[in-house]
């Protein structure tokens, strides 16, 4: 079983989300939410940004899926980063995350960020911890709404797509 899951994980593709992939999207975002790992979605708006988004499958199972959300001409986030818990650490993050950097840099993108309790997975992926005031453009838009604001201890993380290969 482990063999063929490491198998499976080498090649890890993240394809675009369908409408097929919403629900199955929504509960494993929310799984990750209830455990206060990420912001919960609602279905609704799963189908509102589901262009956004980038899924891992296995068959016809959604195991990984992460978005790409444009905030401003220079900037994006990347969110709703989720792996199911029984396919943590077989690099579907990963595969997500690159799909979302290589699509950032397809778009002329200068900078994307994150903000997550993991900043070790976005450090390996060449992302850099900074602080969120830098990032006004997300408190002020997104953040003040949310109930843990501004107490709110999530990292933020950036990764310069000029300055990468």
Known sequence: ????????AAEARAVRATVHDAEAIHRLVNFWAARGDMLPRTLAEVYENLRDFFVVREGDEVVACGALHITWADLAELKSVAVREDRQTAGYGSAITRACIEEGRGLGLARLFALTYRPGFFERLGFRQVDVMTLPRKVWNECYRCPKFPGCNEI??????????
Do not use: I, W
């Open 1 to 8: 079983m482990v063999e063929a899951r490491t198998a499976a």
């Open 156 to 165: 933020a993380m950036t990764l310069e797509l000029s300055a990468t290969a």
